[in-house]
């Protein structure tokens, strides 16, 4: 893949996200909403994780518009970003072999690596926050934050 002003590595590129998305939810007028990339809905911007580094990076204009990684206005290898922007979006649904197919990385079948993917999207699927849990992030299901986290640090076991 080509030069891209984001992490090509699957932990890095994960807690990346992870970073921006804490961010975009502390700021007013921004709600968490794994069901869309990049929209404003009654003048409030809904994000989720990709949709997050969009924001972080100035990758779309401010908030008036429903944007998706292709709408992207950046003077860089737009497709290697757009990659990267759908592997966050596999990983935030669990989706982690996936994910490395979008970032170019090749996992042989029955080495360590395919086994932290494999259990990476167990804990995903495990760890689906309730509705009714102060964790919740509306929209499309996802685990907690803290789970992603686990998620890199394991992922940084194998190199990934």
Aim: hydrophobic share 40%; proline share 4%; charged share 20%.
């Amino acid at each position: 893949m080509g030069t891209s002003v984001l992490p090509n590595v699957m932990s890095d590129l994960l807690e990346l996200a992870l970073n921006e998305t804490e961010k975009a939810a502390a700021e007013p007028g921004v709600q968490l909403d794994m069901s869309k990339w990049y929209l404003n809905r009654d003048g409030v911007c809904h994000v989720c994780m990709a949709g997050a580094v969009m924001r972080g990076f100035g990758m779309v204009p401010e908030c008036t518009v429903e944007a998706e990684p292709y709408m992207l206005t950046m003077s860089v290898d737009q497709r290697s970003v757009v990659d990267s922007l759908h592997a966050i979006d596999e990983m935030r649904g669990g989706y982690f072999f996936s994910a490395a197919h979008f970032l170019g990385i090749h996992i042989r079948e029955g080495s360590s690596e395919w086994g932290v993917l494999e259990r990476a999207g167990y804990m995903v699927d495990e760890g689906v926050v309730p509705e009714w849990e102060a964790d919740y992030v509306p929209g499309e299901e996802c685990a907690a934050i803290t789970t992603y986290r686990e998620i890199v640090s394991l992922l940084r076991t194998v190199g990934l």
